[in-house]
């Protein structure tokens, strides 16, 4: 099968990229680097010619509503379009669990992605998953004061950037299943004590202090909307056995 992957370049997508290529798949990273913008929709449809799946797993660094909205509303309505005229039969997109529930920053593109997929012009499926055991990484440092490290109260169930992988080329190669069954991790952590582990693993022994964000994402995060149900698949790599991977600096 002919597998086209937008964001083939990042965190998951390079596992994605690997799984199905692993599989014996034909395996197509749409960027820049191949002569494909998403954003302007230059050399999309050429590009797409012969695919039969994309699964997209673009991201952007913002926690602007407007941003956020403006990247995946535009990647995801050219995806489709070019999707639509080339033949694409497939288009797989990752998801965050509990998105719905705080549609605003970064969330508020995703909810919008998903809109616009499920209503599309290609037969779809979406996969939302908790976030990544690497997020604990993200946080580390991002915000700090000389010797005290500040990340938002939260709780999360990691799940393995592979593993989440290997359930979108699952998905790819299966028919289109509109929403389909969230994939969370193992085991329910506190964002602080996930950061603290972090922080042990690569000689870090700042403070790590969890403060409370406002809002309804700040609510989100604290009451476990952002975590998987019991009706959800979990991964198998716990946070621990991930962090024994990690090198320090």
Same mark, same amino acid.
């Given at each position: 099968?002919?597998?086209?992957?937008?964001?083939?370049?990042?965190?998951?997508? #390079? !596992?994605?990229?690997?799984?199905?290529? =692993?599989? %014996?798949?034909?395996?197509? /990273?749409?960027?820049?680097?191949? $002569? *494909? @913008?998403?954003?302007?929709?230059?050399?999309?449809?050429?590009?797409?010619?012969?695919?039969?799946?994309?699964?997209?797993?673009?991201?952007?660094?913002?926690?602007?509503?407007?941003?956020?909205?403006?990247?995946?509303?535009?990647?995801? #309505? !050219?995806?489709?379009?070019?999707?639509? =005229?080339? %033949?694409?039969?497939?288009? /797989?997109?990752?998801?965050?669990? $509990? *998105? @719905?529930?705080?549609?605003?920053?970064?969330?508020?593109?995703?909810?919008?992605?998903?809109?616009?997929?499920?209503?599309?012009?290609?037969?779809?499926?979406?996969?939302?998953?908790?976030?990544?055991?690497?997020?604990?990484?993200?946080?580390?440092?991002?915000?700090?004061?000389?010797?005290?490290?500040?990340?938002?109260?939260?709780?999360?169930?990691?799940?393995?950037?592979?593993?989440?992988?290997?359930?979108?080329?699952?998905?790819?190669?299966?028919?289109?299943?509109?929403?389909?069954?969230?994939?969370?991790?193992?085991?329910?952590?506190?964002?602080?004590?996930?950061?603290?582990?972090?922080?042990?693993?690569?000689?870090?022994?700042?403070?790590?202090?969890?403060?409370?964000?406002?809002?309804?994402?700040?609510?989100?995060?604290?009451?476990?909307?952002?975590?998987?149900?019991?009706?959800?698949?979990?991964?198998?790599?716990?946070?621990?056995?991930?962090?024994?991977?990690?090198?320090?600096?």
């Amino acid at each position: 099968m002919r597998i086209a992957v937008a964001g083939g370049t990042g965190m998951v997508g #390079r !596992h994605v990229v690997q799984v199905a290529q =692993e599989r %014996g798949h034909d395996v197509l /990273v749409l960027s820049r680097g191949e $002569g *494909v @913008d998403l954003l302007t929709a230059e050399g999309l449809v050429d590009s797409l010619a012969g695919v039969e799946v994309v699964v997209d797993v673009t991201s952007v660094q913002t926690q602007r509503t407007e941003e956020s909205e403006a990247f995946f509303g535009t990647v995801t #309505r !050219h995806l489709l379009a070019a999707g639509a =005229e080339a %033949g694409v039969t497939h288009h /797989v997109v990752l998801s965050i669990v $509990g *998105v @719905d529930a705080a549609p605003e920053g970064y969330y508020a593109g995703k909810v919008l992605q998903e809109q616009l997929v499920l209503d599309g012009p290609v037969p779809s499926t979406v996969l939302r998953a908790t976030q990544f055991h690497e997020f604990a990484q993200q946080l580390h440092g991002s915000f700090a004061f000389g010797p005290v490290m500040v990340v938002p109260r939260m709780r999360s169930q990691p799940v393995a950037a592979r593993e989440v992988a290997e359930r979108l080329v699952d998905l790819a190669v299966g028919p289109p299943a509109g929403r389909t069954t969230d994939l969370g991790g193992p085991a329910t952590l506190r964002m602080v004590d996930m950061v603290r582990a972090y922080g042990r693993a690569v000689g870090d022994r700042r403070r790590v202090v969890a403060v409370p964000l406002p809002g309804r994402f700040g609510r989100a995060m604290r009451d476990g909307s952002l975590v998987a149900d019991q009706d959800a698949d979990h991964g198998t790599q716990t946070f621990e056995q991930w962090l024994g991977g990690v090198e320090s600096p």
